[in-house]
Structure formats: C-alpha cells, structure tokens
C-alpha cells in the first residue's frame, strides 16, 4: 500500500478545472517529484492533497485513510506537512520561536533536541536564532520553512516550489537539504518548476501539462526523455 494514492483528483476555482482528474502515488521512503511549468496545476495538486483547497472529484488516500472529510489541520497532525509556495515563516517570531510553533502539536520530549539536531543540518538558522524571521534572506526563509516543517516529524513533506525565487547557489543549497532529508528516511512529494535540479535528487517523477499528468517514470529516465529534455530541460541533456 502506498503512503499516498491519489485517484481521479480534479480540482476547481470556479468554472476553471486547474486539475483534471489525475493519479499519482508516493511509496513510503520515496522522494517523487511533480514538474511542469508555472499554471500546470502543480501548486493545486499539493495543495488539494494538504487540504488547503477542496477536492471537486477524486481521492485522496494516506496511510490508507481517505482525507475527503479531514480538515488542513488534522491532516498535518497526521504528519501530512506542508512547505508552503513563497516561504510562510512568520516574519516578527524568531527563528526559534518559528521552529517551536513547527512542535505545536507534539507532546513529547525530544522538541529541543529536534530543534539542536535542525540547526546543525542547517548551520544557518544556529546562527541566526534570537534574529527574526522577516529579517533573513530569501534563501534562509525557505530553510527556516523546511526546519519548521521537520519540526513537526512528517511523515509525508510537501514541498511546493522551493527554489521560487533564489539564487543559483542558494537553490543548490536547498535542493542538497532536501536530498539530505530524504536520505534520513522522511518521504517526500516535491513540486518544483526547476525540473533539471528536482530530477537529479528524486526517485521517480510525474510531468504535469495544464492539469494532466502526461508522463511518468523514474526521474533518471524522465532525465532523457526527448520531450522533458525540449520542454524544460533547455533543449539539451548536458
């Protein structure tokens, strides 16, 4: 059985279907990714799935549970975590504070540890914790978003567009992290525009085109697929 088996899923703003019925699914330990360009219904795939939009059709399946009646936030308790398009972190709290709120809904005693364990992965975040959240980098919000999410010990990360925005060395940077966070056994279903980059890091991957899944595979091979190559790779496999 899958982590996450979504089924038919179709999702509505109005009279505009932004995704038309797709399948997918995520295996436990698994790091799949979701490209396409910008409009293709990425973003309202991983969104429906967090339960931030509503389904119009279809399911939506984790740990063999259907999600149609959980709410957003029984979703996240469940370890279904979201890092939000655009960061999310909450700019007057520190980045401890930022990283506390992730633990809100746990009741056990390894929260500082966690957080220790955190700032090492991301040296960035210990040296800035009593600064606040607003006032870091673009790239430094996305780690503090990834950090506050682990903070919550997912057992499924959403990732939705993490390199939006961010210098080229920042954006390896943070797809290193991901890389790294996968390896250390937490599943993970990636969104990203960037498909060169989200292709080296996952398992397998789905190409997504005005809110159809119109291929799916390995990510190596979707890596050399003449079609990924001409529409988001620039053309070339170098």
Same mark, same amino acid.
């Given at each position: ?16 279907r932004?995704v038309?019925?797709i ?6 330990g ?11 219904g ?20 984790? +740990? ?10 029984e ?17 007057? #709290?520190?980045?401890?504070?930022? =990283? ?11 929260i ?5 364990? #955190? ?25 503090? +978003?990834?950090?506050?999410? =682990? ?7 959403? /990732? ?5 925005? =961010?210098?080229?060395?920042?954006? %390896? ?5 991901? $890389? ?12 990203? %525009?960037? +498909? ?5 890091? +996952?398992? $397998? ?6 809110g ?9 091979? /979707? #890596? ?15």
């Amino acid at each position: 059985m899958s982590l996450l088996e979504v089924s038919g899923l179709e999702v509505r703003y109005g009279g505009i279907r932004a995704v038309k019925g797709i399948d997918l699914a995520v295996e436990q330990g698994e790091l799949v990714c979701l490209i396409g360009a910008n409009g293709a219904g990425k973003s309202s795939t991983l969104r429906a799935i967090s339960g931030i939009v509503p389904t119009a059709l279809g399911a939506v399946r984790y +740990a063999g549970q259907d999600l149609a009646r959980r709410p957003a936030f029984e979703r996240a308790r469940a370890g279904l975590v979201m890092v939000p398009e655009g960061r999310g972190v909450f700019p007057q #709290l520190t980045v401890d504070e930022n =990283l506390t709120l992730g633990a809100y809904a746990r009741r056990d005693g390894a929260i500082a540890a966690d957080r220790a364990r #955190l700032c090492e992965l991301f040296p960035r975040l210990r040296e800035r914790r009593r600064q606040t959240a607003g006032t870091l980098s673009g790239g430094e919000q996305q780690m503090l +978003a990834i950090a506050r999410a =682990l903070m919550s010990r997912p057992k499924l990360l959403l /990732l939705d567009e993490p390199s939006m925005g =961010l210098a080229p060395i920042v954006v %390896q940077r943070i797809f290193e992290v991901i $890389r790294e966070v996968s390896e250390r056994g937490v599943t993970c279903l990636l969104v990203e %525009q960037n +498909a060169r980059a989200a292709l080296s890091i +996952a398992s $397998r991957a789905y190409v997504m085109e005005s809110g159809t899944i119109t291929l799916a595979g390995s990510a190596a091979a /979707l #890596l050399h697929e003449p079609k990924v190559i001409e529409a988001y790779l620039g053309g070339d496999n170098d």
